[in-house]
């Protein structure tokens, strides 16, 4: 029998009786009870390149991060999951790694890391790193090893190079296409200048991919993972960490080239993703991730299509975490939503693992500005540039606190963004001669890729690039209204944006809505709006053009109000009083436990 299929009344759950709150509940998730700090953790993601640039030239850097610090503890995180930082010639932001056990220059030292997780460790604030597996720089040394080697050199077996097709081997090997566009396939020209063989990327042509069949790749990664654990971080955030091995033989595929089902091409039939001897890779990376202690974890970038798959990178002896991209992707669509949540609550308590949720992160346009729409945004999750239409920047925002506020009420760990806890928007009017990712240049401009969620961050409203820093022109374009939504701007003002994500993060801390449980609450369970209940704590989330009724309760916080207003013992919604459009609010339903 499915979950939904089962109906509790309030009085049925677990032995309690119910006050003011009537009508049928349908339950999903027990409150979790087993150890492990990331199990309810709030993580914040640092995106190095658009924090703060303490050095002047227009780029963040580790120092930068080390100086903010403790404006992101007053948020009362658990963590922050750094993105790359390692040293790149940079063609992917850093996603294009040529040696993974220093520091890039542009970013500083290993010194600056060391003082970094000196600061992090004082703050109460644990260190979590990006790591690359997938693919590594064409400049790493390895890879110029293999292109100055034979054919069928052990420096060669370190990434996957392959004959061409056709008479004279001038076709690529296979039909795969590249994440940024264009073949996953480059052909190199062999150290006697004779046209030779092919290498895989699947993303750009400057990221070759490892061979995960080699064991000598295997070798390196443990070596890696040693050596920042050896300096204290607390995990790693894994990238791409499906795409790793490729089906034997490299069979056709035409699918979609990110792996996600289309019509006649499930994506679990995709040949580079998925493949089953990835786990036994997680299976050993976790268990050198235990000799360091019990804490230490590892969350899978793993996009893996249907969502119940995603239940095999968190088996217990594998991933502590992966990421909720179907969450992601659900946007304000109620329907999409619920089933979302359901089934992957149900899907991960089978392993005992926790579910994650995320509405931004550096790849995809920021959800401030993707609300912003009365219906899809113009390029979803491909940037918006200034020849799009335009999104309705308040509407935008305030629809982004509503998500942000029923996402922080689910139990299980939550990601967030750096700027989300501002309202910020993507960049929507970055001149094509400044963007840099190479999707862009990759599709000739088709794609605008993700240069617009990832524009440096507002600081301080009154200073030279808004706090960013006080030197060169950031390597992005800020928007115009980043000054006003600078950072100190904010904290002076009680209904701001951050003042707003502070209270939701000091109540879901104390309320310990993390550990806590979810039933559905059907009656405000309709077309336009969605309810459930953690523990005593009423998450109600209004996405209809009309006010909602409340049921009565006393008033935590809501999403359009400053912080602190409801909050006051007393302030009880009773009959008649209503969620606006847009709106979420977290209600305190009076339950009173029977047991004992």
Same mark, same amino acid.
């Given at each position: 029998?499915?979950?939904?299929?089962v109906l509790?009344?309030?009085?049925a759950?677990a032995?309690?009786?119910?006050?003011?709150?009537?009508?049928p509940?349908t339950r999903?998730?027990?409150a979790?009870?087993?150890?492990g700090w990331?199990r309810s953790?709030v993580?914040y993601?640092?995106? #190095?390149?658009s924090?703060?640039?303490l050095?002047g030239?227009?780029?963040?850097?580790?120092?930068g991060?080390?100086a903010?610090?403790p404006?992101?503890? !007053?948020?009362?995180?658990d963590?922050?999951w750094?993105?790359p930082?390692y %040293?790149?010639?940079? %063609?992917?932001?850093?996603y294009?790694?040529?040696?993974?056990?220093d520091?890039d220059?542009l970013?500083?030292?290993l010194?600056?890391?060391?003082a970094m997780?000196?600061e992090?460790?004082r703050?109460g604030?644990?260190m979590?790193?990006?790591l690359v597996?997938n693919?590594c720089?064409d400049?790493?040394?390895?890879?110029?090893?293999?292109?100055?080697a034979?054919?069928?050199?052990p420096e060669?077996d370190? =990434?996957?190079?392959?004959d061409g097709?056709?008479t004279f081997?001038? !076709? #690529?090997p296979?039909?795969w296409?590249?994440?940024?566009g264009?073949p996953a396939?480059?052909?190199i020209t062999?150290?006697?200048?004779a046209p030779?063989?092919w290498?895989l990327?699947? =993303?750009?042509?400057?990221?070759?991919?490892?061979?995960w069949? &080699?064991r000598?790749v295997? !070798?390196?990664?443990?070596?890696?993972?040693?050596?920042w654990?050896d300096?204290g971080?607390?995990?790693? %955030?894994?990238?791409?960490a499906?795409a790793?091995?490729k089906?034997?033989g490299?069979?056709?595929?035409g699918?979609?080239a990110?792996g996600?089902?289309c019509?006649?091409? $499930?994506?679990h039939?995709?040949?580079?993703f998925?493949?089953?001897?990835l786990?036994?890779i997680y299976?050993?990376w976790r268990r050198?991730l235990?000799?360091?202690g019990p804490?230490?974890i590892?969350?899978?970038e793993?996009n893996?299509?249907p969502?119940p798959r995603?239940a095999?990178w968190?088996r217990?002896d594998?991933?502590?975490?992966?990421?909720?991209?179907?969450y992601?992707?659900?946007g304000?669509?109620?329907?999409?939503?619920?089933?979302?949540?359901t089934?992957?609550?149900?899907?991960?308590d089978a392993v005992a693992a926790?579910?994650?949720?995320?509405l931004?992160n550096?790849?995809v346009v920021?959800?401030?500005?993707?609300?912003?729409?009365?219906?899809q945004a $113009?390029r979803?999750?491909d940037?918006?540039g200034?020849?799009?239409?335009?999104?309705?920047?308040?509407l935008?925002?305030?629809?982004a606190?509503a998500?942000?506020m029923?996402?922080?009420g689910?139990?299980?760990?939550?990601y967030l963004?750096?700027?989300e806890e501002?309202g910020?928007?993507?960049g929507?009017?970055?001149?094509?001669?400044r963007?840099q990712?190479?999707t862009?240049?990759?599709?000739g401009g088709a794609r605008?890729?993700?240069?617009?969620c990832?524009?440096?961050?507002p600081?301080r409203?009154?200073?030279?690039?808004?706090?960013?820093?006080?030197g060169q022109?950031p390597?992005l #374009?800020q928007p115009?209204?980043?000054?006003?939504?600078a950072?100190?701007v904010?904290?002076?003002?009680?209904?701001?944006?951050l &003042?707003?994500?502070?209270?939701?993060l000091?109540l879901?801390r104390?309320l310990?809505?993390g550990?806590g449980s979810?039933s559905w609450?059907?009656d405000?369970?309709?077309d336009t709006s969605l309810?459930?209940?953690?523990g005593?704590t009423?998450v109600l989330?209004?996405?209809?053009?009309?006010p909602?009724?409340? #049921?009565?309760g006393?008033?935590?916080?809501r999403s359009?109000?400053?912080?602190?207003a409801g909050?006051a013992?007393?302030?009880?919604?009773?009959?008649?009083?209503?969620?606006?459009?847009? !709106?979420t609010v977290?209600?305190?339903?009076?339950?009173e436990d029977t047991?004992?």
């Amino acid at each position: 029998m499915s979950v939904d299929s089962v109906l509790f009344s309030p009085a049925a759950l677990a032995g309690i009786s119910a006050g003011p709150l009537t009508g049928p509940l349908t339950r999903v998730h027990a409150a979790d009870q087993l150890p492990g700090w990331w199990r309810s953790a709030v993580i914040y993601q640092v995106y #190095p390149r658009s924090f703060r640039d303490l050095d002047g030239d227009g780029i963040g850097d580790l120092a930068g991060i080390t100086a903010e610090l403790p404006r992101l503890a !007053e948020l009362d995180i658990d963590a922050v999951w750094l993105s790359p930082f390692y %040293r790149s010639p940079q %063609r992917d932001a850093g996603y294009d790694v040529s040696d993974y056990c220093d520091v890039d220059p542009l970013f500083g030292t290993l010194d600056d890391f060391d003082a970094m997780m000196a600061e992090a460790t004082r703050l109460g604030l644990r260190m979590i790193v990006d790591l690359v597996p997938n693919h590594c720089s064409d400049q790493h040394p390895d890879f110029q090893a293999a292109l100055a080697a034979p054919v069928g050199s052990p420096e060669r077996d370190m =990434f996957i190079f392959r004959d061409g097709r056709g008479t004279f081997g001038q !076709e #690529p090997p296979n039909n795969w296409q590249s994440h940024f566009g264009g073949p996953a396939w480059t052909r190199i020209t062999e150290p006697d200048g004779a046209p030779g063989q092919w290498y895989l990327h699947l =993303f750009d042509s400057s990221q070759p991919d490892f061979n995960w069949d &080699n064991r000598a790749v295997h !070798e390196e990664f443990e070596r890696v993972l040693r050596f920042w654990l050896d300096r204290g971080v607390s995990g790693f %955030r894994v990238d791409v960490a499906h795409a790793l091995v490729k089906a034997p033989g490299l069979p056709e595929w035409g699918g979609r080239a990110d792996g996600n089902s289309c019509d006649g091409f $499930p994506g679990h039939d995709a040949p580079m993703f998925g493949q089953p001897a990835l786990h036994d890779i997680y299976r050993q990376w976790r268990r050198i991730l235990a000799e360091y202690g019990p804490d230490r974890i590892l969350c899978a970038e793993a996009n893996v299509d249907p969502l119940p798959r995603l239940a095999d990178w968190v088996r217990p002896d594998e991933m502590h975490q992966a990421f909720n991209f179907p969450y992601l992707h659900a946007g304000l669509d109620v329907h999409r939503m619920r089933h979302v949540i359901t089934e992957s609550l149900t899907a991960l308590d089978a392993v005992a693992a926790p579910s994650t949720w995320v509405l931004s992160n550096h790849d995809v346009v920021r959800h401030a500005t993707r609300f912003g729409y009365s219906g899809q945004a $113009p390029r979803d999750g491909d940037g918006i540039g200034a020849s799009d239409p335009q999104p309705d920047e308040d509407l935008g925002r305030s629809r982004a606190a509503a998500a942000s506020m029923f996402m922080l009420g689910l139990p299980g760990g939550a990601y967030l963004y750096q700027g989300e806890e501002l309202g910020l928007p993507d960049g929507t009017d970055i001149p094509d001669a400044r963007r840099q990712d190479p999707t862009f240049a990759r599709t000739g401009g088709a794609r605008l890729g993700r240069d617009g969620c990832r524009v440096p961050l507002p600081w301080r409203g009154g200073e030279l690039h808004a706090g960013f820093g006080d030197g060169q022109d950031p390597w992005l #374009p800020q928007p115009e209204n980043f000054a006003g939504l600078a950072r100190d701007v904010q904290a002076a003002s009680p209904s701001s944006h951050l &003042n707003l994500y502070k209270r939701m993060l000091d109540l879901r801390r104390g309320l310990d809505l993390g550990r806590g449980s979810l039933s559905w609450y059907e009656d405000l369970c309709t077309d336009t709006s969605l309810a459930f209940l953690n523990g005593t704590t009423l998450v109600l989330l209004n996405t209809g053009y009309e006010p909602l009724e409340m #049921p009565a309760g006393r008033v935590l916080l809501r999403s359009s109000t400053p912080p602190g207003a409801g909050y006051a013992a007393g302030d009880m919604s009773s009959a008649g009083d209503q969620l606006s459009s847009g !709106e979420t609010v977290w209600l305190e339903i009076y339950i009173e436990d029977t047991e004992g």
